[in-house]
């Protein structure tokens, strides 16, 4: 046998660590080391990508933090609106920066209490680089010293002038009512609630934070609107133990309630993930922990229902691109 110089042996071991590499590379699509941010491919090591179909940043966020834990977690886009003093441009930067990471939604927080709202809507939707809408807070009860109590209900002019720019574009129009923490109102609001259902019978309109409802109250609103969608943000343990809000929890433990289960089977392309982080704090661990609770509970789901719910049904309404 011939004896191969240090030199040669090197190079041998070289060739065969590039062919390995090679193989790796074909096998797992590239996701190998540290990800990139650029493309929702980088998610296939996730069985099932998420899409996040309603968050917020606001004051004391880096930005880039967003992209970083969406890839931590397999979160393959946000439907992402700015809150505070942050400028809309911001998201639309973010968006320009990550393609098919983040969808810019116009804001309408903060915007719904000041006389200037009509413009400071058109002057977004003028911009012409946005793909959806940010929830129109109907109502939203007092949150501390934190957030004041809000309230238009549905015939409020500028819920209708919010809601004709949602129409003309095609964007589902996402609704915030607290129905528990409404109280007295909560009938009122309810029927303002249904008879926009009525009026606009081929356009959705999704529930966010599953409007507060109980099962039963949800079921009754599925039957009768083909149009009413839930989003599922801040109905879990995680939430509830960290807020004195009656979010409704839709879990039982770290799985689906069954009631919960049996519903979305049953309605599959009725309800959309989301999360709705609003404050700094949320962009975090407590984000990544409802991912992670998520991601375990749909497993629970027959195939065809968790990929409706995780990314399905908001790439069908918001008309996005499918998630890899």
């Not at 589902?172 to 607290?178: A, G, Q, T």
């Amino acid at each position: 046998m011939d004896h191969w110089s240090r030199k040669e042996i090197a190079k041998e071991a070289l060739s065969i660590l590039v062919l390995l590499l090679g193989w790796i590379l074909e096998f797992t699509g590239g996701a190998v080391g540290q990800m990139t941010t650029d493309s929702p491919s980088i998610l296939n090591r996730f069985d099932i990508p998420f899409i996040d179909a309603h968050s917020q940043v606001g004051e004391g966020l880096d930005l880039k933090d967003v992209i970083k834990l969406m890839d931590q977690g397999g979160v393959a886009r946000t439907i992402l609106s700015t809150r505070e003093k942050i400028p809309s441009e911001r998201v639309l930067s973010l968006a320009a920066d990550h393609p098919g990471r983040i969808v810019p939604a116009v804001r309408t927080k903060g915007y719904m209490e000041r006389p200037a709202f009509n413009r400071l809507i058109k002057t977004q939707i003028d911009i012409g680089q946005f793909g959806a809408m940010a929830e129109v807070l109907m109502y939203h009860a007092q949150k501390g010293l934190k957030a004041p109590e809000i309230v238009f209900y549905p015939n409020h002019e500028k819920v209708r002038t919010a809601l004709s720019y949602a129409l003309d574009k095609k964007w589902p129009f996402v609704v915030h009512i607290e129905f528990e923490a409404a109280g007295p109102r909560r009938e009122d609001f309810m029927r303002g609630l249904k008879e926009m259902l009525v009026q606009y019978p081929f356009h959705p309109f999704v529930l966010i934070h599953m409007g507060q409802l109980d099962r039963e109250s949800a079921r009754h609103l599925l039957e009768g609107h083909a149009n009413i969608y839930f989003m599922t943000s801040h109905s879990n343990p995680i939430t509830l133990k960290k807020s004195k809000q009656p979010w409704i929890n839709m879990f039982d433990g770290n799985r689906l309630a069954t009631e919960w289960k049996q519903l979305t089977v049953k309605y599959p392309e009725r309800f959309i993930l989301g999360f709705d982080n609003v404050w700094p704090e949320h962009w975090g661990k407590f984000y990544l922990d409802q991912v992670a609770l998520w991601r375990g509970a749909i497993r629970d789901l027959p195939a065809e229902v968790a990929h409706a719910f995780a990314h399905g049904n908001a790439e069908r309404l918001w008309r996005l691109p499918p998630s890899r």
